[in-house]
């Protein structure tokens, strides 16, 4: 391996921890520091925070010894020639990022720096907050030739984000300093010249030692747009293809056969043009605000993005629509939810598409038995068990006497379900999926009712009767 280097992740949300572990793995020595104490003890003593494929086992190799994790930032920034921060930007009633925990790490760096340090953005950041971040050094005393600014933003996902570090399409590093993009070079050498994925052990994915990632080396300001531009763009993908499966709904066509149709244009590509009940997590729906809000502040219209953000809405409410023209009325009607995350695979319920739609739900007076594989205990502490709402154990106790089974999350398991039991569980054998888990004419040649998204609806093709009567 290249030479190790000794780093500082500020920060151990998803981003912040992730990288940390995979520095560590790539050969570096890591400090991860987090001001919440309480976080901090719980890592030191073997508890990983968040689901994420890997995480444990590498937090298991290399805890308190290639990462340790204090919440002495200032200790951390001696002992370290990068310190990359990966603190929240949360979204602003406007819309903007909030960037003040951004600002307030900058400054305490700025406290204890006495020897050159490059400081790197790795959280999503609006292009000049590298300029902000290098003024608020310098007004804090610091020589300016003691540091400096790069933007490195990180695209991964949750659910695959240690595979996704270690096995990027693109490793991107804004620097305005030869002397920086030195370093960063130096930091992603084990990766950019395939040395990592010869290692026993390593974490496998799509880079080898043929064909590792490329390194892409721009400006500063022109890292800190790449960034937003990637996740609007993914976005503005989604809500098209869920503007062009209500299209297929209203037209009787099949939106999955015409995803695949523009999918295989190689210049659009087969990726996020799955419909479905909208975009959520804690990434899209505040980048795609955050990146509105640095056009308007720049003087470009970018209504485009607007028009993402409004589809993207609405598609819940179709959801909302489309159980009621399954059951009639809502009220009083017991539904069997699958789903909570936003999104299969992990346990994060931030802007979870789902959520929003069992809140609607309950409203309209619904009562609803739910079950996620990992979010119920998160989803829990937003929506607590009560008259209406239930947690239950297993799918099948979700769908247990329901008028319909919702599905509201893509995870494999929910794509797995023994149609038979499913069948025989439900009062009513009506599926309505929010995310397409199921093929129409399986469905109908099961007995269920079956409303999905941009598919023509489908009906039982054999008369299956009532399932009370057909469990008698
Ligand atoms: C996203 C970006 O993919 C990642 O590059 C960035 O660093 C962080 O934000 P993540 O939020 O983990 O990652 O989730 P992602 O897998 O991108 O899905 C985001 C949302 O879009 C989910 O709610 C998902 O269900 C939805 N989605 C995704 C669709 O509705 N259709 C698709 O085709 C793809």
């Keep these: 391996m290249s030479e ?32 919440d104490e309480r976080k901090v003890v719980a890592l030191q003593g073997g508890d990983t925070l968040i689901h994420e494929n890997y995480l444990p086992e590498l937090l298991d190799r290399y805890r308190n010894t290639r990462v340790r994790f204090m919440t002495d930032l200032a200790e951390a920034t001696r002992e370290s020639e990068a310190i990359f921060i990966a603190v929240g930007t949360p979204q602003s009633e406007t819309g903007d990022a909030d960037l003040s925990y ?13 020897s050159y340090k490059v400081i790197v953005e790795k959280s999503t950041v609006p292009v000049y907050t590298n300029e902000w971040v290098r003024r608020s050094m310098e007004r804090n005393g610091v020589d300016r030739h003691l540091f400096d600014v790069v933007s490195n933003p990180e695209f991964l996902r949750e659910g695959t984000a240690v595979a996704d570090f270690l096995h990027p399409d693109r490793i991107v590093v804004g620097a305005d300093s030869e002397r920086a993009a030195s370093v960063l070079s130096r930091i992603y050498a084990p990766l950019t010249s395939g040395q990592y994925y010869e290692k026993e052990a390593a974490i496998s994915g799509c880079c080898t030692v043929a064909e590792p990632p490329p390194l892409l080396l721009t400006s500063t300001k022109s890292a800190e747009i790449i960034k937003h531009a990637s996740n609007a763009f993914l976005a503005l993908k989604i809500s098209f293809i869920n503007a062009v499966s209500n299209l297929c709904e209203a037209a009787d066509a099949n939106v999955e056969q015409v995803a695949r149709g523009i999918g295989l244009d190689s210049r659009i590509g087969p990726k996020f043009l799955r419909p479905g009940i909208g975009y959520g997590g804690s990434c899209f729906p505040k980048d795609v605000a955050a990146f509105r809000s640095v056009a308007e502040q720049l003087g470009i219209n970018f209504d485009l993005l607007a028009e993402v953000e409004k589809i ?36 994060d319920i931030r802007e979870s598409p789902a959520i929003e739609i069992v809140k609607l739900l309950l409203a309209e ?6 079950f996620d594989p990992a979010a119920m205990k998160r989803t829990q502490e937003v929506l607590p068990q009560g008259n209406c709402l239930r947690y239950v154990a297993d799918a099948y106790e979700a769908a247990s006497d329901c008028d319909a089974l ?6 494999p398991e929910f794509a797995r379900l023994d149609l038979e039991r499913l069948y025989k569980t439900l ?16 469905m ?17 093709v054999r008369d299956l009767s009532p399932v009370a009567s057909a469990q008698s």
């Design 444 to 460: 109908s040649e099961n007995g269920f009712t079956y409303l999905s998204t941009g598919r023509p609806a489908a009906n039982p």
């Design 4 to 35: 190790p280097i000794k780093i500082a992740v500020v920060g151990s949300g998803y981003v912040g921890l992730v990288a940390a572990v995979c520095f560590a793995e790539m050969g570096h020595e890591v400090i991860c520091v987090d001001n």
């Design 427 to 442: 009062r009513y054998p009506i599926v309505i999926d929010g995310r397409n888990l199921y093929d129409p004419q399986v």
């Design 102 to 114: 951004v600002e307030a790490v900058a400054c305490e760096i700025a406290r204890s720096i006495s």
């Design 365 to 370: 007076g619904c009562s609803i038995a739910a």
């Design 312 to 347: 993207n809405g609405l598609q819940k409410k179709r959801f909302i629509a489309k159980v009621r023209s399954a059951l009639w009325t809502l009220r009083g009607k017991r539904l069997g939810v699958l789903g909570l995350a936003f999104k299969g695979d992990t346990d």
């Design 406 to 411: 919702l599905i509201l999350t893509d995870w």
